[in-house]
């Protein structure tokens, strides 16, 4: 009888073929909601792998610090190099070696900021761990778009 119901058009067949009808729709819908959940959980995923990560390399803790400490030294040396040559240019008296001096402190200023990259990673592990993956892509962005 049921098959003669739906041939026929019963309300039982029409309930049941709007619900199959509203879960094929509903499932074909990824709603802001849906979206903004699934987000949430994929950070807490990455939360959970940067906390398994750093508790599965802690041997290697001593040889982060000596790398982000020389990374950092460099960068802050070519810094100080740069703002002291850019200091120093306007009082030499000699224009061309005033202008070699100056391209000199450019030169070193421009691989300061080629590291900017570098350090940008290194503030970011020690001191914003959870928001590593907005900083990672910002990072390697400008490592991409510079010449080392």
């Given at each position: 009888?049921?098959?003669?119901?739906?041939?026929?058009g019963?309300?039982?067949?029409?309930?049941?073929?709007?619900?199959?009808?509203?879960?094929?729709?509903?499932a074909?819908?990824?709603?802001?909601?849906?979206r903004?959940?699934?987000?949430?959980?994929?950070?807490?995923?990455?939360?959970k792998?940067?906390?398994?990560?750093?508790?599965?390399?802690?041997?290697?803790?001593?040889a982060?610090?000596?790398?982000?400490?020389i990374?950092?030294?460099?960068?802050?040396?070519?810094?100080?190099?740069?703002?002291?040559?850019?200091?120093?240019?306007?009082?030499?008296?000699?224009p061309?070696?005033?202008?070699r001096?100056g391209a000199?402190?450019?030169?070193?200023?421009?691989?300061?900021?080629?590291?900017n990259?570098a350090?940008m990673?290194?503030?970011?592990f020690?001191?914003?761990?959870?928001?590593?993956?907005?900083?990672?892509?910002?990072?390697l962005?400008?490592?991409?778009?510079r010449?080392?």
């Amino acid at each position: 009888m049921s098959f003669i119901g739906r041939l026929l058009g019963a309300p039982e067949a029409m309930t049941e073929v709007v619900k199959a009808a509203t879960s094929g729709m509903d499932a074909l819908v990824y709603t802001d909601e849906e979206r903004a959940g699934d987000a949430a959980a994929d950070r807490t995923e990455a939360r959970k792998m940067i906390v398994s990560w750093m508790d599965s390399t802690q041997g290697q803790n001593l040889a982060r610090r000596l790398l982000a400490l020389i990374i950092t030294s460099v960068w802050l040396a070519q810094y100080a190099a740069s703002l002291i040559g850019d200091m120093i240019e306007p009082w030499l008296t000699d224009p061309e070696f005033a202008g070699r001096f100056g391209a000199s402190a450019n030169a070193i200023a421009e691989r300061a900021e080629g590291m900017n990259g570098a350090m940008m990673l290194i503030l970011g592990f020690y001191f914003a761990a959870p928001h590593m993956s907005d900083i990672v892509g910002t990072a390697l962005g400008r490592f991409s778009s510079r010449r080392g």
